[in-house]
């Protein structure tokens, strides 16, 4: 077993994995490190379903790396044979002047995305599943879906090994430093040499990486499935992708049936209780599941069932709820990636080549600028 590779990957989640995979495939020699299973579900690429949308209200810069995205995770269906994404449209509802609304339809009119407008009117008589106040409009565009994390972790691992990565479960850094020779990594079974380290852990980097200079804070968040009152109401085909505005940007969020998933999915997009990677509460409470069929009592009867399963993950935080992506303050021989904040699945295969590129080039065409720690 070789100690010296080009690059060494630390965390093997989504992100982690997608690295791996986009360095391998290039002929780069390259150690993916994780201290839990490959994949897991301690950190966020777990739950059977991720929402991905190219009208990004969130902020229009991140829609050119949406569509390389898209065309990336074709590529990887193709490549892999695993069917990771399925095109449902999206739909998301909320007040006129609310951020869901009005980013989406700033970014759309910026970059050209096809979208429909719809008045209270069209919306109840397009789909009456949703129960919404006077004041709520809809925003329809029909390039959003749904990818399956676990099908993306397989498809990830399985490319990154067919081409020659080596990937470690259950070995966690423990030390990393660099010296005259490039970077040194200490785990708990032994000590790694590489030419450039990616740091994707998530949940756990400010764990290993001590000294990033901004904050990241680490949210308990749930999602769950209910028994649906009526299968065919709630269908794909018959429902989108939805999200229902709460206010500052935050919002309820599920998806059509779809086989594979235990019943109708509820999320709520916010960042929830502040705790640690290593002191979440795993267990389900009372309150957790009154959350979240809160929504589906008040809004979407049609999936007011009983409960059949809630989960927990974890959003890592960054202080303005945008991705770090950027290489580290004291090392150029380091790229960090963290802060996904809970809506950056979706970026998981772009990511995956930014990363690659930064660790061989030192440069990406991918604009990731907007992402770096300049900005803080």
Known sequence: MANRFDVIVVGVGSIGAAACYHLARRGVSVLGLEQFSIPHTFGAHHGLSRMIRQAYYEHSEYVPLLKRAYTLWH????????????????????PPDCGIITGSKRASEEHAL???LLDHTQLSERY????LPDDH?????????VLIPERVMVAHVGLALQHGAELHGHE?????????DGITVTTNRRTY????????????TDAIVTDLGVPLTVTRQTFGWFTPRNESALALGALPSWFIDVGDGWGYYGFPLLSGQPGFKVALHKPGEQTTAHSVRREVTA???AELTSVLRDKIPDADGPCLAIQTCLYTNSPDSHFIVDVHPCSDRA???????????????????VLADLATTGRTENPVGFLGLRRF
């Open 75 to 94: 590529e990887l269906e193709r490549d892999s044979g695993e069917q990771v994404m399925h095109i449902t449209g999206g739909l998301y509802m909320g």
């Open 114 to 116: 096809p979208h429909q």
């Open 128 to 131: 009456p599943q949703f129960v």
């Open 137 to 145: 409009i809809g925003f329809y565009e029909d390039r959003a879906g």
């Open 172 to 180: 966690p850094v423990t030390k990393w430093q660099e010296d005259g």
């Open 193 to 204: 040499q590489a030419d450039r380290i990616i740091f994707a852990g998530g949940a756990w």
């Open 287 to 289: 309150a957790d599941e």
């Open 335 to 353: 790229i960090v990636a963290c802060g996904f904040s809970g809506h950056g699945f979706k970026f998981v295969s772009v990511m995956g080549e």
